[in-house]
């Protein structure tokens, strides 16, 4: 059964090809590793739609145009008669940036609304499963796995109704794919997807299929129906062990039916989860009951998640500034950028808070670094470097792997770039200096430190990036002065 589409008029009027200038882009509404998403208003039609916008120069750099065909590729496959699958109304491009343009889901993703109502009733958590499911038998049926199924990549649109959005991690499968239980050589020791959702085949064999998103279907039943994930630990490594250990318990007071009907989901053999091996594809999973009572031919409208979650209409949302020029170039981006930080700060070119005064860091008496260097032993993060001034220090979320780490970062004098667990305080690292050492700020909080054997993920909670990044270059210009420099 295909879920009834609702969207077809807007595909029809909106042109296929299009340019920046067909639209004013607002705030940013998401932002990935190499990609930033936008609400944009067509200018022609007033509808609003959610950009995502990609740098070219990044994606050829980190080796990622094989995500981005990939995602353009599924969501051609998957068309737009299913109401539940984010849609793709059209791509185009311009001299630097690759831009998607999909449908915008108004009211956030479901993890948000998990956090702000700690879990959801079952009447919450049936109905919204019930459209899962629609939506994974669409999907499925066109041989789509989508690989990273979770609540932040599940909205809600201006109704209530779910999208599944982010298809970058999804896989086309081969025909006879679905019987082969042959481990990707190419792909062995590492995985796709996120580490609380990720099933148990991926973690042994780097084998993904269909069943894969019925594990994370299952995961996120729990997390809809408690308000947790069934999988936690300090670490991957420890997550990934409960999961090859089928290691959870459910809550105090967790819905019987919903708890029969996660256990048959959360099964380390992937054929034998709850209606993988149905004639008819997940017949069993239909007629689970949980779904009692439940018309999977007409759902009806979504239950409230609350007495206070009402549809936001167009009219009560000003999300795109109407004083805004259509297009997008790079100063607009540092604009919305900055707009997304302060959002009470009119929309205008402004002058970044200085974390240190004007002037060079390296610019310093020997007078005053012994003098600084007296007050320095009262900082606690002294202990970690030595004799060396501390020029700059701030916590920053170093990306490895799936997961952000919180980091001290210590720029001293030497040069040196320590960073710290600031809750265990345990020295973690450095970051090695040498002339080849160069920073890249992506945007007010994302910036990388490219090193000759490494890159380094970072992202300033605080939107202080630029100012790290010019902070490091100015050390790196003391200790490594270019022959202009020089001269």
């Known amino acids: 059964m295909t879920p009834p589409n609702n969207s077809s008029q807007e595909t029809q009027e909106i042109i296929k090809k299009k340019t920046p200038s067909d639209f004013i882009f607002g705030k940013v509404i998401g932002e990935g590793s190499f990609s930033t998403v936008y609400l944009a208003k067509d200018v022609q039609t007033n509808k609003e739609f959610a950009i995502k916008v990609l740098e070219k120069a990044h994606i050829i750099r980190e080796k990622k145009t094989e995500y981005v065909m990939r995602e353009k590729e599924v969501l051609r496959i998957l068309g737009n008669p299913c109401q539940y699958i984010v849609q793709l109304y059209s791509t185009f491009q311009d001299s630097s940036r ?3 343009v999909l449908t915008y889901a108004r009211n956030g993703d479901m993890c948000k609304h998990i956090n702000l109502y700690k879990k959801f009733s079952f009447e919450c958590t049936r109905y919204y499963t019930s459209e899962l499911v629609l ?6 049926s066109k041989n789509i796995i989508h690989r990273d199924l979770k609540p932040e990549n599940i909205l809600f649109d201006q109704n209530f109704h779910i999208i599944i959005t982010d298809f970058g991690s999804a896989k086309i499968q081969e025909k006879n794919e679905e019987k082969s239980i042959e481990t990707d050589k190419k792909r ?5 997807g ?5 099933s148990p085949e991926m973690l042994q064999e780097c084998k993904s299929t269909k069943a894969s998103d019925l594990w994370a279907l299952g995961c996120i039943v729990f997390q809809m129906s408690s308000g947790q994930m069934p999988f936690t630990g300090g670490s991957e490594y420890l997550i990934f062990q409960k999961i090859l250990k089928l290691e959870y318990k ?3 007071g967790f819905n019987e039916r919903v708890k ?3 256990e048959k989901l959360l099964v380390i053999e992937p054929n034998k989860r709850l209606g993988v091996s149905d004639s008819t594809p997940y017949s069993e999973i239909r007629q689970h009951e949980m779904f009692h009572g439940i018309d999977f031919n007409n759902l009806g409208p979504p239950p409230k998640l609350s007495d206070t979650s009402e549809p936001i209409s167009s009219d009560e949302a000003d999300d795109v500034s109407l004083n805004l020029e259509p297009g997008l170039d790079s100063e607009k981006v ?10 009470d700060v009119p929309i205008k070119p402004m002058n970044r808070k200085k974390s240190e005064a004007s002037r060079n860091l390296t610019e310093i008496s020997q007078d005053e670094i012994e003098s600084r260097l007296q007050t320095q032993k009262n900082n606690p993060y002294n202990a970690f470097v030595g004799n060396n001034l501390i020029l700059k220090q701030g916590l920053i979320d170093k990306r490895k792997g799936l997961f952000p780490r919180r980091r001290m970062f210590l720029l001293t004098l030497g040069p040196h770039l320590y960073y710290v667990d600031p809750v265990t305080m345990t020295f973690k690292g450095e970051i090695p200096w040498s002339k080849e ?6 945007n007010f909080k994302t910036f990388f430190i490219h090193t000759p054997n490494r890159k380094y993920y970072l992202e300033d909670p605080d939107g202080y990036a630029l100012e790290w990044c010019k902070c490091i270059d100015q050390v790196k210009d003391h200790y490594f002065p270019t022959k202009q420099d020089q001269s």
């Open 98 to 100: 690759l831009y998607f």
């Open 135 to 140: 939506a994974l038998e669409y999907l499925h």
């Open 188 to 192: 062995k020791n590492s995985f796709v």
């Open 194 to 198: 996120t580490a609380q959702f990720v």
């Open 250 to 252: 459910f809550p105090d």
């Open 260 to 262: 029969d009907f996660v």
């Open 334 to 343: 540092s604009r919305l950028v900055l707009k997304d930080m302060l959002p």
């Open 437 to 442: 050492l160069r920073t890249e700020a992506k």
